[in-house]
């Protein structure tokens, strides 16, 4: 080939080289659900002013000590009552969700203990707590609670089932980011910007998960596709601010 026949192809070469060279690189962390052009709207479940769309589990008002205050939902927990607060208990969203993108940010107190709990159902004749049909998201200070010395208990872990890895929870006292995504069957949890847990639900493998955890002889543990989202009275003082959802 001649030398001026070859500089065309020489130039279009370096071109798709130098294209090839500037393309972002696939980011490790990034979600494999809800693709681009598929998803709803944003939805806020907290409006940083108010407690509406939130009632205590089994009631048609939310307890005295689940307060508003700087823009956070604030459980206070100074009236203990057995192992929850007085006039607190887990409090649930007025609409259920069955595939969704939940984003919120938590914080807890010293030697504190919490949880988001998933696909709710509200039926306190059958289910005394939220948990005996919702499986959670732990929250939870790690440095300080009883808790984070059993495996599968600590902040991030899809408590009892899965550990979560790498641990990105902050202090007690400090916010933490969290984002849940469950679409198809699939369920993805960041926790600070990181994937930290990735599991498939409803399948003989999550069953046999059940079967191995404290929740093997609640038939309803684990086993509704839609429901509600709770937030955990646990006894502590915690707070949840930016809680938003979107329906995939």
């Known amino acids: 080939m001649a030398f001026r026949n070859l500089l065309p192809v020489l130039s279009l070469a370096a071109l798709v080289a130098c294209q090839t060279s500037s393309s972002p690189s696939m980011d490790s962390t990034a979600s494999s659900l809800a693709p681009?052009?598929?998803?709803?709207?944003?939805?806020?479940?907290?409006?940083?002013k108010t407690t509406q769309g939130w009632h205590t589990y089994g009631k048609q008002t939310i307890g005295k000590a689940w307060k508003v205050e700087d823009g956070t939902l604030r459980l206070d927990a100074a009236a203990k009552k057995d192992w929850q607060t007085s006039e607190g208990g887990d409090i649930v969203t007025q609409e259920s969700f069955?595939?969704?993108?939940?984003?919120l940010d938590w914080k807890i107190a010293a030697n504190g203990n919490s949880g988001i709990?998933?696909?709710?159902?509200?039926?306190?004749?059958?289910y005394q707590h939220t948990w005996h049909t919702g499986p959670e998201i732990q929250v939870l200070d790690n440095a300080g609670h009883p808790d984070a010395k059993i495996h599968k208990h600590r902040a991030g872990d899809l408590y009892d089932l899965i550990a979560s890895s790498p641990e990105t929870v902050k202090p007690a006292?400090?916010?933490n980011q969290v984002?849940?995504?469950s679409q198809n069957g699939r369920l993805e949890v960041k926790q600070n910007g990181q994937q930290v847990l990735s599991t498939t639900m409803w399948d003989d493998n999550w069953r046999a998960l059940i079967a191995g955890s404290k929740f093997a002889k609640m038939p309803g543990f684990g086993t509704f596709k839609?429901?509600?989202?709770?937030?955990?009275?646990?006894?502590?003082?915690v707070w949840y601010r930016n809680i938003m959802i979107k329906r995939l």
Do not use: C, M, R
Not at 98 to 103: E, I, V, W
Not at 226 to 237: E, F, V
């Open 36 to 48: 681009a052009g598929k998803e709803g709207k944003w939805q806020t479940l907290f409006d940083g």
């Open 98 to 103: 069955g595939d969704f993108h939940l984003k």
């Open 117 to 126: 709990i998933l696909f709710v159902q509200e039926d306190p004749t059958k």
């Open 173 to 175: 006292g400090e916010w």
């Open 179 to 181: 984002e849940i995504i």
């Open 226 to 237: 839609s429901g509600k989202i709770a937030l955990q009275d646990h006894g502590d003082n």
